[in-house]
């Protein structure tokens, strides 16, 4: 097996997709950028084992998950998230509204952190990188039905979770 | 715009049953300015998950990378640390296995001492198998030994007779 070629074709080409990954963990891009190094370099590390691998982007995306987590674990997730709320751009001018939308931003990045990772993953990979659920199945070695019931709780999950912060719904 | 059928879409969305063209014209009609208030949250769900594509990394880290690699292929550093971590290892175990077994074996060992010297009392192996020649060389060691007595019993007797000369001499001067 060529592994620099392997590498260079099949991993290394990964690298945005593992940034956006990484990135909606993370909100810092440097730091992102980091734990796709640090992703990458791992992958090398263990390219004697890429034979037994099924899938080398399912493997990334699971190192690269718990990378991010450890990273956000020593960051301490409860000043991170309202840090993201800093940086929300908002056009509104009234300051309540502006508060309320600080609180679902806030919502929703906790509720994306408590996603199962199976649900994270299929989640990111349909609504950040646009994959068909054919493609997602693919790529983490699950049947299509349980990609879509995965997406399914991810999205319902989050939807609870802001409709728990507003007190009103869309009927 | 038609606003039920936007809901009729989010619905869909959240059933999971969009396909991904659907779910980009979602999002777009969620950037209306005009959208009623409870449908502006789904626009601040969408944005909030959705991680823009400007998040990319450039060249300079394809190059960082392959370096790293390269670097890594001409060196080889790993295996030969792990070979000599291996024999580093397997030398100290052969070590400690050698001296535990030489000091269990060959040096005194305190513990045992006691018993050893006991045993040892306790399995004097007889030299003779006959009682009377044992008894003649039992007389013999003992003839012998009072031998060697003796001459310490004459040697005092030469001395003190020695100094009841000296005593005698003694008592006439007085």
């Known amino acids: 097996m060529d592994y620099k070629r392997t590498f260079t074709e099949t991993i290394l080409p990964l690298k ?4 956006r990954y990484s990135y909606s963990f993370l909100k810092d891009r440097h730091k992102a950028e980091d734990m796709v190094q640090e992703t990458m370099i791992r992958m090398w590390n263990i390219k004697e084992k890429w034979r037994e691998m099924d899938n080398l982007q399912g493997y990334c995306l699971g190192i690269i998950r718990h990378l991010c987590l450890d990273e956000l674990r020593k960051r301490k997730n409860h000043y991170y998230a309202l ?23 806030v919502a929703i990045s906790n509720a994306m952190l408590k996603l199962p990772e199976k649900q994270h993953f299929c989640f990111h990979l349909r609504e950040n990188e646009g994959m068909t659920y054919e493609q997602i199945s ?3 070695g699950i049947s299509m039905d349980q990609v879509k019931v995965n997406i399914f709780r991810a999205r319902n999950y989050i939807k609870k979770e802001i409709l728990k912060k507003v007190e009103y719904g869309v009927q | ?31 209306d300015e005009t959208l009623p208030e409870p449908l502006k949250l789904f626009r601040t769900f969408f944005e ?20 790293f690699i390269n670097a890594e292929n001409s060196i080889h550093p790993k295996p030969a640390i792990r070979l000599f971590s291996f ?13 535990g077994f030489l000091m269990y074996n060959y040096l005194p060992n305190k513990f045992n001492n006691k018993e050893t010297e006991i045993n040892n009392l306790l399995t004097i192996d ?19 030994l009072s031998s060697k007595m003796n001459k310490g019993n004459e040697l005092a ?18």
């Open chain 1, 138 to 140: 693919e790529i983490l």
């Open chain 2, 48 to 67: 909030s998950t959705n991680i823009s594509e400007k998040i990319q990394l450039n060249d300079d880290f394809d190059k960082k990378i392959v370096d």
């Open chain 1, 16 to 19: 945005n997709n593992l940034m």
């Open chain 2, 157 to 174: 007797a030469q001395k003190s007779s020695k100094l009841q000369v000296i005593s005698n001499v003694l008592k006439t001067t007085d």
């Open chain 2, 87 to 99: 024999l580093r290892a397997a030398s100290i175990i052969i070590l400690i296995v050698t001296g």
């Open chain 2, 1 to 31: 715009m038609e606003y039920s059928e936007l809901k009729i879409l989010l619905d869909k969305y959240f059933l999971g049953e969009t396909t991904p063209d659907e779910e980009k014209a979602l999002k777009k009609k969620l950037q």
């Open chain 1, 83 to 105: 840090n993201v709320a800093h940086q929300e751009q908002s056009t509104d001018n009234d300051p309540l509204e502006h508060y309320s939308s600080k609180e679902v931003v």
């Open chain 2, 126 to 144: 007889d030299t003779y198998q006959d009682p009377v020649l044992a008894r003649q060389e039992l007389e013999k060691a003992l003839e012998l």
